[in-house]
């Protein structure tokens, strides 16, 4: 089953997504975590993603299609995955459709992740603190909004156009409340 997380950053789709893939024993796939790890490595990847990181804008599809290919081809991800921060425009959208319809697959479940803005950036600031990501800094965190609200949030009518018969496929899941309650509410969802 490929489930896809969407929502803006701060909305919590690392830690359910992480705890989603472990459940349904699928792999997460973060572009965000893949990224953070190139960079970290200095691989040619990493060098040229990084000034974008930085400033909180959207690394270049060119760079993100590859990965995205490369990704939904490891044997790993043959039945399912969590996609958790991508795809995030419209070219990875199509990029995603494209590879798991070679597979025979589509997309089963679009979870979106609903937290106020306010809520969002208290949240962003307060992880800057913790986990010291160098793209969590004040103005960063206020660029990563826009571009969410510009490139990606498009995508949720995107795909509840896309239909499947009764409601769709896009759920909309508050995010607010505790860790468990959210988890529940995903479960209640996806029906497992
Ligand atoms: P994330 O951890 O998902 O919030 O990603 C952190 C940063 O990595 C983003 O602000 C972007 O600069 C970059 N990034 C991660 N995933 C993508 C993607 N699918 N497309 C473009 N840039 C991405």
Redesign the pocket.
Known sequence: MFILLLGA?GSG??TQGQRLAERLGIPRI????I??AAVKAGTPLGKR?KA??D???????A??LD??NQELAKPEAKDGAVF??????AA?AEAVDKALAAKGHRLAHILLLDVPEEELVKRLLARAGEQGRS?DTAETVRT?LV?YQQETAPLIAHYAQRGGGGGGIVHRVPGVGTMDQIAEEIRRIIGR
């Open positions: 950053p789709k690392g973060s572009t965000g975590d990224l953070r993603a974008y990181m400033k909180g804008q959207l690394v270049p599809d760079l993100i990965l995205i958790d921060g991508f795809p995030r425009t990875q793209d990563r571009v």
